[in-house]
């Protein structure tokens, strides 16, 4: 740019149609500018513009990044119940709360629960480090970033399976 | 000559011109159609909420049964509007309301709809029918249980994408027993759950219904259920459509939709099992309308098997995942393809699969009568443009979004005007554009030596100079919404024309090169807009100094002057101004133009004179010089200075605005 004057100005690169005599507007506010201010301005890793692409804030917050589930939080985890044939899947993160989860597994097995013989459930959990656990016990968020999987057990076999205390307080049990 | 006929017959033929515009034309033509057609007007359809008050309209128009309203400007989609700009109904509601209106519908989009307006309307309009709110916020569902306790004829409640607090879900609980009329609705958007029972008991008892969307909380069993209750379907909306293929619940699902002969519009997906969508075949091949914007679950070949079966399809709307194979599975499969929508499925552009100009062109190549198209993609070329212009010369609608809105032709590394030229070259009905890529002056060029019918164009990250803007103002002599963004246009195209801007609904710029300055020129020239600045950073880094660029400007054409409900953010123009304009008198200007008054009329005058000749460019004011509609106000003094040749001249109390589809005014026509 501090060239000009002395016949320099061929030799500027600019962006324009071959031949045109046209200055290229220093005001054009380049997309590239912008994204850098936003960038910096907002630490993001990508390049943001406001408003850009121009998709509707209502379908921005609901289509985006689903597609492998690895952009949005998704938390599926094998569930497993007892006198059922197959296991299931359940994503987690669908559900707000301990009996919204109740409801939801009541769905998903309710030809089993009906066919058992009149026994209670216990829901269990296998946690992030290899723990069988209680289901019920620490706040919902905390418990859908931990649990691996879930298996829906008979209360008679309960015993036997060397977790619980049997003095403990049972709760979340299905049947509530 | 029109004398021969009765009011009623008159009335009655009126009743066959349904159109906006062409009901406003009619009401041109003399005093007694303009008395007939008032009175007789039941859909009344007001594109900018600011441009005229409910008072004014119910003045004109008694009987208005059917009210369309549009609020927020286009650009308030992205977040380039505060929350709190306005377009709030209530005052609507308050006025028609109180002055016994009989409304029956009521169709909203980008406005702001509090419970309290939701409420009187339940409780004040007794035949109300239609509730269609697109785009808006405010409300809860509490608004919506008023709306459905309430409304004992409710026929339709359809909820389009609107911000609604539904943390209390017992709405649809509330429509009575009796109720029965309902023929649509759709509640995809509200993201809390629904009564079950109360939704499968409500569908059992409307046998009308033939449009059901429903929200993701709506799980498949529910579905099923639902499906077994109606199956005279014609638009299906699905919620959660997760399901094992071999299981019991499946099978039935699959025999409840084999019974659904009627469905032509499939949408939903909000949860989805991609490897159940065979249950879904059986019905494809009736559908004319398909919307799997909102399932990202379904892609691949799973996306593709299911087009394959869609040959009817006239409308689509998918995910950019679909790839430019899956839109090749398009081009051979949906020969009817009318309307095509390509959203991307991630805003950053990185997936792998999203579309490019390959997809476009094939598209282009098997479906003829493609017409209307939004396509977001991450290149284009000057070369695929051009094939597209050529295989599709019938676009009315041309949106092209490039994810890096930059973008040169990769190709050849040239910007894209060529090809955005050779579209409007080739599509005469154009209507409706929005550019990306790299462009410059010239693609404006084109633009407004080519298109003609234009209404609406949007422009970001473009042009070099402000002859961009000016080709574009000079050329499109139709435009009625321009929206710009992020380019060089400064006070010298703004300024150039500024009795264009009434001609037009609204213009938009934002990040431009206009100032402070230039923008109060405009609102000191056209008392007849309304120039509103927005600014919504801390007030006090925006000084007053004429020199300083604003940063957002929203200007439009209204007849009610400036708003009183705007919030601090935004600044409207002119105020100081206005009281020291003088308006010359319709007296005054009629003894400069030495005109004669033919016939006494108070509400129709015409005049005559010979001593008046044309002169300047009046293009813009009507395509025949010696008979004029106009803003008496603002126009009789431009032609008053310029039309010495003038012969007739017709001044209406009450017309219609523009182009004719806009808005409706008593004091007089602008006309191009």
């Known amino acids: 740019m501090e060239k000009e004057g002395l016949g320099f100005e061929i030799t500027e690169l600019r962006l324009g149609l071959p031949g045109g005599g046209e200055i290229k507007n220093e005001k054009k506010r380049v997309f590239s500018e912008i994204s850098e201010e936003e960038e910096n301005g907002k630490g993001n890793g990508k390049s943001q513009v406001v408003g850009w692409p121009p998709v509707c804030s209502y379908r921005r917050k609901n289509s985006f990044g689903d597609k492998d589930g690895s952009k949005t939080s998704k938390f599926y985890v094998k569930v497993s119940m007892d006198g059922a044939p197959f296991l299931r899947k359940i994503d987690l993160a669908l559900h707000k709360g301990y009996s919204d989860l109740a409801t939801a597994l009541e769905k998903l097995f309710g030809e089993v629960l009906k066919d058992a013989d009149s026994c209670e459930f216990v829901p269990i959990y296998e946690d992030k480090d290899g723990d069988w656990m209680l289901a019920g016990d620490v706040p919902w968020e905390m418990f859908i970033e931990s649990c691996k999987r879930l298996r829906i057990m008979k209360r008679s076999d309960v015993k036997g399976f060397g977790v619980l205390q049997p003095r403990e307080a049972v709760k979340g049990t299905l049947k509530e | ?672």
């Open chain 2, 1 to 672: 000559m029109m004398n021969y006929f009765p009011d009623e017959v008159l009335e009655h033929v009126f009743d066959f011109i349904t159109c906006h515009k062409d009901r406003n034309s009619v009401s041109l033509v003399c005093k007694s159609w303009h008395r007939i057609e008032r009175y007789s007007r039941r859909r009344v359809f007001i594109g900018n909420c600011y441009s005229i008050s409910p008072e004014r309209l119910i003045a004109r128009f008694p009987g208005v049964k059917s009210l369309t309203l549009k609020g927020k400007p286009h650009f308030a989609d992205f977040n380039l509007v505060p929350y709190d700009w306005g377009g709030f109904v209530y005052p609507w509601i308050k006025v028609l309301a109180e002055t016994g209106i009989g409304l029956e519908e009521l169709r909203l989009k980008r406005m702001v709809v509090s419970d309290e307006s939701l409420e009187l309307i339940s409780k004040t309009f007794v035949n109300f029918q239609s509730l269609v709110l697109v785009s808006c916020d405010g409300f809860s569902a509490d608004g919506l249980a008023a709306i459905a306790a309430n409304c004992r004829f409710l026929r339709e409640l359809d909820l389009q994408e609107n911000e609604v607090d539904d943390h209390r879900g017992h709405w649809l609980s509330c429509f009575p027993e009796s109720c029965t009329s309902l023929v649509s609705l759709n509640f995809a958007c509200l993201k809390g759950e629904v009564n079950l029972g109360a939704l499968e008991r409500l569908v059992s008892r409307s046998p009308n219904l033939k449009s059901l969307r429903l929200n993701r909380s709506v799980p498949l069993d529910t579905l099923q259920k639902l499906l077994m209750r109606a199956p005279q379907l014609v638009d299906l909306g699905i919620g959660s459509y997760v399901h094992d293929p071999s299981s019991e619940a499946s099978n039935k699902l699959k025999h409840a939709i084999q019974r659904c002969k009627s469905i032509m519009s499939l949408s939903g997906f909000l949860e989805v099992a991609p490897r159940c969508m065979s249950a879904i075949y059986p019905i494809c091949g009736n559908l004319t309308t398909l919307n799997l914007s909102y399932a990202p679950g379904i892609h691949g070949n799973k996306l593709t098997k299911l087009i394959q079966h869609c040959r009817k399809l006239q409308r689509l709307w998918i995910l950019d995942c679909i790839g430019d194979k899956g839109l090749g599975v398009v081009a051979s499969t949906c020969k009817e393809l009318q309307e095509l929508r390509v959203f991307p499925s991630d805003p950053f552009g990185a997936g792998n699969d999203a579309v490019t100009e390959e997809g476009l062109v094939l598209v282009s190549a098997g479906c003829p009568k493609l017409n209307s198209l939004l396509y977001f993609c991450q290149q284009m070329t000057n070369a695929a443009l051009i094939t597209v212009a050529k295989n599709c010369p019938n676009f009315i609608r041309f949106r092209l979004c490039i994810l890096d809105p930059v973008r040169p032709d990769p190709v050849t590394n040239q910007p894209l005007d060529e090809g955005f030229g050779a579209i409007v070259q080739s599509c005469k009905r154009l209507k409706r554009l929005s550019l990306s890529g790299l462009l410059t002056d010239q693609v404006f060029l084109y633009i407004g030596m080519y298109a003609e019918q234009l209404e609406m164009l949007s422009i970001a990250f473009a042009a070099d100079s402000d002859k961009g803007m000016l080709y574009v103002l000079n050329g499109c002599k139709k435009l009625r919404k321009l929206e710009i963004r992020d380019c060089p246009f400064g006070n010298a195209a703004l300024l150039e024309d500024v009795g264009k801007y009434e001609t037009m609904r609204s213009l938009w710029m934002s990040s431009c090169e206009v100032t402070l300055g230039g923008c109060k020129t405009v609102a000191e020239m056209m008392p007849s807009l309304n120039v509103e600045i927005i600014n919504e950073s801390d007030q006090t880094e925006f000084n007053l100094d004429d020199g300083q660029k604003v940063d957002k400007m929203y200007l439009y054409r209204t007849l009610v002057g400036h708003r009183k409900d705007a919030p601090e953010s935004v600044w409207i123009l002119g105020d100081l101004t206005r009281s020291e304009h003088h308006e010359p008198s319709l007296n005054d200007m009629i003894q400069d133009m030495k005109l004669k008054n033919v016939s006494g009329d108070d509400d129709f005058i015409i005049w005559e004179s010979n001593n008046f000749k044309l002169q300047g460019n009046f293009s813009v004011y009507g395509y025949n010089p010696f008979i004029f509609f106009f803003h008496p106000v603002v126009g009789l003094g431009v032609v008053a200075s310029s039309c010495k040749e003038l012969q007739e001249l017709r001044v209406f109390p009450s017309a219609v605005f523009g182009a004719g589809n806009d808005v409706v005014t008593e004091e007089g026509l602008i006309r191009r």
